[in-house]
């Protein structure tokens, strides 16, 4: 098949960028989307131009790398599926493809659809675990987690990191991030004796990183290729609500 | 100089410094026989970690949390994207909470067989009794392991054992171990521990007076090359099975850090054993970048098979039963599609060979639910494997529910690796490698579920305490301006800068697609030594040719994506060699690797202990120049070895 491609060049952060055209004639429907590119850089390199630079690693939507906008929505049309699992089955021949990096003042652009994502460990790093130091831990049986609260708490752990709900939100805010770290560990009963002072800093450093603040708009559950719920902004709200409220 | 495929045989290697003695007490014994450091003292010493995976992490974290100054270092952008995250399945662990018969002798016996009596015995007792803490570990860390009703851990079993000792998160356990690791990584991040250099890059060994003392890294964003100077560097930059161009491994995995230490002198042991999964999606076309695997534990309840007759393209729905071959449960009775790796694999390609393969390219086997959806129902079903299925229906627009998988083994791990001794150290003192990048747990061939567990009790629990030993008999301060820091500064930026400068006409994933092609048709699954010799002919020529014409673009000084392949895409071509020249060698059958001269009479792998019971590691003596290889003979005083019988 036959694509048209309008790619979003940035030779880097101080750079005003522009969207550059490129035709790609012989993609194929089970290609995966960074295929697609990888094909056009064979030939932008063969041409002497410099290939688009593009975050991705392990090509099978899990680690959280890709990060580009397609026609509009992080990720791409297709629902709960990452850049990397997109395949052009879901184009038509000859369609035209508008490709730019995830936006937002968090994630500054490092070079064409490359960006900076080190606010989110920055997030983790200031309450997104469990204080746990090795060889000290007690036997795993020791203490039963009932199964819809081990359930829930996966689920909110399947979070990859990728950043889609930030690029999706209007705010830029990543409270769906945030709120998936809150709720998988507060889930636990390993996570309680952290509970307060984790989402206190947590939510200190979002601010400070410069993410917004969540409106409710629900543009970040729609874009999230792992469908992390809605749901656990409002646990997030809560938490903080409660840890605010009933300071030790 | 001989050419490459000559070696000579130098001095064996007798010293692996673990302990002799009854295998239960041996790591305790290692544990108290090491020097401790004082903990004034440890603030005071810098390690170097290479890696953020499930070993690097979870040894970064570790070392930090003892004191000891770290740095850590990744490529990607964040340590939480590193490959192990990929792994599906599960982790096992000793703990027989189903009360099947599960031991800790029991999974170092299945594990010394399953490795085709090709590992240390010393090592993998060691492993089988960490599994059990690392669980527990795991557990504190709040790591969202599948639960049981009444809220106690559930498990799985999964391929090559009888028993139900494999832990899991859903379908995306790697991951959450990983995110177990990375955020205990984290916290010392945040607490000053570690300092974390996320975008960087291992280009080269710092060696002082013949031990390891830095890295020069380059910043893969502004394009800086820098050295890094520390008391003790440890490696856990993973496998290297990207040499086969496709493989499960993610588009970064490279063998540099590992190829750059071995060019410097550390032992590299059993390069060809490569594992080839047996449940991976089928390669669709030219295009394909990367193979995706389907975790093992779906063959709990996929039943793989054929169509008996050659050249029978009928839909699976209508081929009845009678014409159907499940030739797992018809050749291997007893563990029937749960035979390990190796096994499976070359059974599927056994039967592709035969023409009996399904799928447009006549290069696939079924893996069928449609029994386990009668027999559990969907919704069991879709709770076990949901998000498989899910993933499997993106890549290829069919759904697993309806009509069954379509597999075929691919490349997926590599057993060999960097050598080690008991306690984690290479030949190169002062230089530590775990996971992945050493060579020491699995043997020949790796049981599913086995791989997370050497991560993390390399990182969690082996490496923190081994590597005081060193650290606590004294290192030297290095200036930062050594001879030796200027030296390997100065070949890192004269590499970079001859990449840049050949200006050729083929792209650097020309050459890598080549050369999988060559590893794939002449040392994968199946070698003879013809093939093999063949590849040892071209290989050469490919470098010459790479070296001539290839085309990066771009400078130095800026993120670069052609350049970071072109580097490493330079020592795939250089170790894939040794890979040959290894698999040539070994003139035995042995886990994954078959090779066909060495068969049983009904088409199984021959392993010849009397003359290949040795860890092959070889020394580096330049470019295309014969290599010496040092045998370390290994001795079978628990696990008798036999022929492995799976029937």
């Known amino acids: ?248 | 100089m001989g050419s490459y495929s000559d070696f000579i045989v130098g001095s064996p290697l007798v010293d692996t410094a673990a302990p002799d003695g009854p295998i239960e007490t041996r790591w305790e014994r290692r544990r108290f026989g090491v020097k401790l450091v004082n903990p004034a003292n440890k603030r005071k010493m810098k390690i170097i970690v290479v890696g953020t995976g499930l070993a690097g992490g979870s040894a970064a974290a570790t070392l930090a949390e003892l004191g000891y100054q770290v740095s850590s270092f990744c490529y990607q952008d964040s340590p939480r994207r590193a490959h192990s995250i990929a792994a599906q399945g599960g982790i096992n662990a000793a703990k027989n909470y189903r009360g099947d018969g599960d031991s800790i002798h029991r999974l170092f016996y299945d594990t010394v067989k399953g490795g085709d009596f090709r590992s240390r015995e010393s090592n993998v007792h060691r492993l089988a009794e960490i599994s059990v803490q690392i669980i527990d570990q795991c557990v504190a860390q709040g790591v969202p392991f599948a639960r049981e009703y009444g809220g106690l851990l559930d498990t799985r079993s999964f391929g090559g054992a009888q028993v139900s000792r494999t832990f899991y998160a859903r379908g995306q356990t790697g991951q959450q171990l990983l995110l177990g690791a990375y955020q205990a990584l984290e916290r010392q991040i945040d607490a000053g521990n570690v300092t974390m250099y996320s975008r960087h890059e291992m280009l080269e060994l710092i060696m002082v007076d013949g031990r390891a003392r830095g890295i020069v890294a380059r910043d893969l964003v502004t394009g800086e090359t820098r050295s890094h100077l520390a008391d003790a560097v440890v490696l856990a930059s993973g496998g290297y099975g990207n040499v086969f161009y496709l493989s499960t491994n993610a588009k970064g995995c490279n063998v540099t850090a590992s190829w750059r230490a071995h060019r410097k002198g550390a032992l590299f042991a059993n390069p060809c054993y490569t594992q080839i999964h047996p449940t991976c999606i089928p390669v669709s076309g030219d295009h394909q970048s990367k193979l995706t695997l389907m975790s093992e534990s779906l063959r709990n309840d996929g039943r793989v098979w054929v169509p008996q007759k050659a050249g029978d393209t009928r839909a699976p729905a209508d081929i009845p039963e009678a014409e159907r071959d499940y030739f797992l449960e018809r050749q291997y009775p007893a563990f029937g599609n749960l035979v390990p790796r190796d096994i499976a694999s070359r059974a599927a390609k056994n039967v592709c060979d035969a023409g009996r393969g399904v799928g447009p390219t006549g290069l696939g086997v079924y893996l069928d639910f449609a029994d386990a959806i009668s027999r559990l129902g969907r919704p069991a079903v879709a709770a076990k494997y949901g998000n498989l299925f899910q993933m499997y229906q993106r890549i290829t627009g069919e759904d697993p529910y309806e009509v069954p998988m379509r597999i075929y083994p691919a490349v997926h791990y590599t057993m060999g690796g960097l050598w080690v001794d008991y306690d984690l150290q290479s030949s190169i003192p002062g230089l530590f490698v775990v996971g992945e990048a050493n060579f020491s747990d699995h043997g020949a061939n790796r049981l599913g579920a086995s791989a997370l567990m050497q991560g993390l009790a390399d990182g969690y629990f082996v490496l923190p305490n081994t590597i005081g030993d060193y650290l606590a008999r004294g290192v030297e301060p290095v200036a930062a301006d050594a001879p030796e820091v200027r030296e390997a500064e100065a070949a890192v930026a004269g590499r970079v800068e001859k990449l840049l400068s050949i200006d050729g006409d083929r792209t650097v994933d020309s050459f890598h697609r080549e050369l999988g092609h060559l590893m794939w048709d002449h040392c994968g699954m199946e070698r003879t030594a013809e093939g093999l010799r063949k590849a040892l002919d071209r290989i050469p020529e490919l470098r010459r040719e790479f070296w001539q014409s290839v085309k990066v673009p771009g400078a130095a000084a800026t993120l670069n994506q052609s350049l970071e392949k072109a580097g490493r895409v330079a020592d795939f071509l250089e170790l894939a060699e040794l890979m040959c020249l290894d698999a040539l060698h070994r003139e035995e059958s042995c886990g994954g690797h078959f090779r066909a001269e060495s068969q049983t009479e009904d088409g199984e792998a021959a392993r010849r202990d009397d003359e290949f019971s040795y860890v092959a590691a070889w020394e580096f003596t330049g470019q295309g120049s014969a290599p010496v290889l040092h045998k370390e003979d290994l001795h079978f005083e628990y696990v008798t070895p036999s022929q492995r019988s799976y029937k």
Request: proline share 6%.
């Open chain 1, 1 to 248: 098949m036959k694509l048209n491609l309008r790619i979003w060049r940035q030779d880097g952060p101080e750079d005003k960028g522009r969207l550059v055209a490129y035709r790609v004639d012989d993609a194929d429907e089970d290609m995966s989307f960074l295929e697609l590119i990888d094909v056009l850089n064979e030939k932008l390199i063969l041409d002497g131009e410099e290939p688009v630079a593009f975050d991705h690693d392990c090509r099978e939507g899990i680690c959280g790398a890709c990060s580009m906008v397609i026609n509009g929505e992080p990720h791409g049309p297709q629902k709960a599926t990452t850049t990397c699992q997109l395949h052009l089955r879901h184009f038509r021949d000859g369609e035209t493809i508008t490709v730019e990096p995830f936006r937002a003042a968090a994630f500054p652009v490092v070079k064409d659809l490359v960006v900076d994502r080190t606010a989110f460990d920055r997030i983790i790093a200031s309450g997104g675990y469990i204080s746990a130091p090795t060889g000290a831990a007690p036997e795993a049986h020791s203490t039963p987690v009932p199964k819809p609260n081990a359930d829930r708490a996966f689920t909110a752990a399947a979070c990859i990191g990728c950043g889609a709900c930030v690029a999706a939100c209007p705010n830029g805010s990543a409270s769906l991030f945030l709120g998936a770290k809150i709720t998988h560990l507060g889930e636990l009963p390993q996570g309680q004796p952290e509970r307060s002072d984790r989402v206190i800093r947590m939510v200190k450093t979002h601010d400070a990183e410069g993410f917004g603040g969540c409106t409710n708009t629900g543009e970040c559950a729609v874009a999230c290729p792992k469908e992390i719920p809605l749901d656990v902004i409002s646990q997030l709200n809560r938490d903080y609500l409660a840890a605010t409220t009933h300071r030790r």
